[in-house]
């Protein structure tokens, strides 16, 4: 079993839709955790950052995260075709390298 | 957010020779920076760790003799291809994360061609 699960999509959706990309973990020590999106041959962008569990509003976007289940998710309201990208998540403890799920594409139809 | 820059963004090499790569933090220290390679349509996979001041910490399978990492200051890192072959053709990516945070900042990759 991977440390941190991400259905790989595709996810194709109409412009306007709320858009929700989830991830599940097994490791109870992962301390923080953050989103990033990844353009075509670009490096990843950070998107999101939280470290309890709860809510986290940026604009469009909605961090969730819930440590008792081990399931965090981002949500995306009013969806543009400029958000079509590579989903992915990520966790950390301390200063070590991330853990990353293997990324979602999302595809916005316009 | 933070600022990490890559240079080269591209580069082609012939097969046999070797190349370095450069990861900077622009408005912040960091005494450790991470390094990833990327192949099509998959996710990041760590390469090493690099440290300011020490020796870098590999993951399993990668050859560090092979891909030679200097951390020279706390703005820079290096990652150095050596003896490149076309199977090392892919994305390299490095990131680095803040002092005051854990946040994690990425550069915006270099791709490698080796022919």
């Known amino acids: 079993q991977k440390e941190v699960e991400q259905d790989p999509g595709p996810l194709s959706v109409p412009e306007g839709a709320i858009v929700s990309l989830n991830c599940t973990y097994s490791n109870s020590a992962f301390q923080y955790f953050m989103w990033y999106r990844q353009y075509s041959r670009k490096g990843p962008e950070l998107l999101m950052y939280t470290y309890s569990s709860g809510n986290k509003e940026d604009g469009r976007f909605t961090a969730q995260v819930d440590k008792s289940s081990k399931y965090i998710s981002l949500f995306i309201r009013d969806s543009q075709p400029s958000d079509s990208a590579t989903y992915l998540c990520a966790m950390g403890t301390g200063r070590r390298a991330l853990t990353f799920g293997s990324g979602t594409r999302l595809q916005v139809q316009p | 957010g933070a600022v990490v820059s890559q240079h080269p963004s591209w580069v082609i090499c012939k097969s046999g020779t070797s190349v370095k790569i450069e990861c900077r933090s622009l408005d912040f220290q960091a005494t450790t920076m991470f390094w990833y390679r990327q192949f099509p349509k998959q996710s990041l996979m760590l390469m090493a760790t690099s440290n300011e001041g020490s020796k870098a910490t590999y993951e399993q399978g990668v050859e560090k003799d092979k891909f030679l990492i200097n951390h020279a200051s706390l703005t820079l890192s290096t990652l150095t291809v050596t003896s490149a072959h076309p199977e090392d053709s892919s994305f390299y990516i490095c990131?680095?994360?803040?002092?005051?945070?854990?946040?994690?900042?990425f550069g915006p990759g270099t791709r490698l061609t080796v022919t």
């Open positions: 990131s680095a994360p803040q002092r005051a945070s854990y946040e994690q900042y």
